[in-house]
């Protein structure tokens, strides 16, 4: 499990969907959560760097972990993931400060997101966002919280990594598109569907 945190967190840093010291991963082990140290840099994961507390109770580890602790316990209580990673795509976190929802235009965007929402909180971190974050994970496998960042969920933490790469990469397709201007050419069959899903 170490080497996988260590894997992840490295692609996550090297492709710069994390800072130095920014986001967080965990991974769920029946009612026990292995997740990232407080502060943690992902891009060099150490065994200390890896906390294991209670899904649904405090205990002494509770100190170490990630602030967002909070947001990771209640998204595994009202979903079927068992691996999440949040992270902060630089240009996803700017789209979200102009629209509702991320609807990819390119193709594997297109396909494996088909939209994601940008969710709003008063509090953009911790456990004020709990509860909306999960509860748009019950529908949806990535959402943004607004000028924050994305938490994704996935059954092992490679693929919730997916979702969070396809996402960054659809929104720098968007920026480009939209940096060209003009109008660009749909190549989707039934294109008009992606806004409903």
Not at 150 to 166: K, R
Request: proline share 3%; net charge negative; glycine share 8%.
């Amino acid at each position: 499990m170490l080497e996988e945190f260590q894997r992840i967190g490295r692609d996550l840093f090297l492709s710069g969907l994390v800072s130095s010291h920014g986001g967080n991963m965990s991974v769920r082990m029946g009612d026990r959560v292995l997740i990232t140290h407080r502060g943690s840099p992902l891009g060099q994961i150490t065994a200390e760097d890896i906390v294991e507390t209670g899904l649904y109770d405090n205990d002494s580890n509770i100190m170490l972990a990630s602030s967002e602790t909070p947001v990771h316990r209640t998204i595994y209580q009202q979903t079927a993931g068992l691996a999440i990673v949040h992270a902060h795509p630089k240009v996803a976190v700017a789209l979200s400060l102009f629209e509702d929802e991320i609807i990819p235009i390119d193709n594997e965007g297109s396909y494996l997101l088909h939209k994601v929402p940008v969710i709003s909180s008063e509090i953009a971190s911790g456990t004020a966002m709990a509860g909306i974050v999960a509860e748009s994970l019950q529908k949806y496998k990535i959402t943004m919280v607004r000028g924050h960042g994305c938490f994704a969920i996935g059954q092992v933490l490679e693929e919730a990594w997916q979702w969070v790469s396809c996402l960054e990469e659809s929104s720098l397709v968007i920026y480009y598109a939209r940096t060209l201007g003009g109008q660009t050419k749909e190549f989707r069959k039934n294109a008009d569907q992606y806004k409903k899903w």
